[in-house]
Nanobody, 131 residues
Framework: QVQLVESGGASVQPGGSLRLDCKFTGFTYSSGCLAWFRQAPGKEREGVAGIDTAGRTDYGASVEGRFTISRDDVKNTLFLEMKSLTPEDTGNYSC?????????????????????????WGQGTQVTVSS
């Protein structure tokens, strides 16, 4: 059974940093492409960052240069390093996976932020940025 479990959410002050982890288990072959999404109260879920099986990354415009996504397929863990946090970064952060084998290329690059390409989701972890 596939499971994705996020951890690391917390309350931090503006300008602070945080690292989120997503432990993924149960994939028969590969977790495929992985991504972080977030949802703020009253807003739609949005793509924060994605990473393909070759390690190529993509970021949402609002986090480019501040957040870094990475993956460790030996430890079956996805990471999100967040710096220079602002109140606009507040939200519930979820990790998602496509599963399957190779994932990447132009097809994924143009679609990484779409919710419907990820069959597997974690429950989320809350990040609150406030003074």
């Amino acid at each position: 059974q596939v499971q994705l479990v996020e951890s690391g959410g917390a309350s931090v002050q503006p300008g602070g940093s945080l690292r989120l982890d997503c432990k993924f288990t149960g994939f028969t072959y590969s977790s495929g492409c992985l991504a972080w999404f977030r949802q703020a109260p009253g807003k739609e879920r949005e793509g924060v960052a994605g990473i393909d099986t070759a390690g190529r990354t993509d970021y949402g415009a609002s986090v480019e240069g501040r957040f870094t996504i990475s993956r460790d397929d030996v430890k079956n863990t996805l990471f999100l390093e967040m710096k220079s946090l602002t109140p606009e970064d507040t939200g519930n952060y979820s990790c998602a996976a496509t599963g399957g084998g190779y994932c990447g290329g132009d097809y994924w690059t143009s679609r990484w932020g779409r919710l419907d390409i990820y069959p597997y989701w974690g429950q989320g972890t809350q990040v609150t940025v406030s003074s």
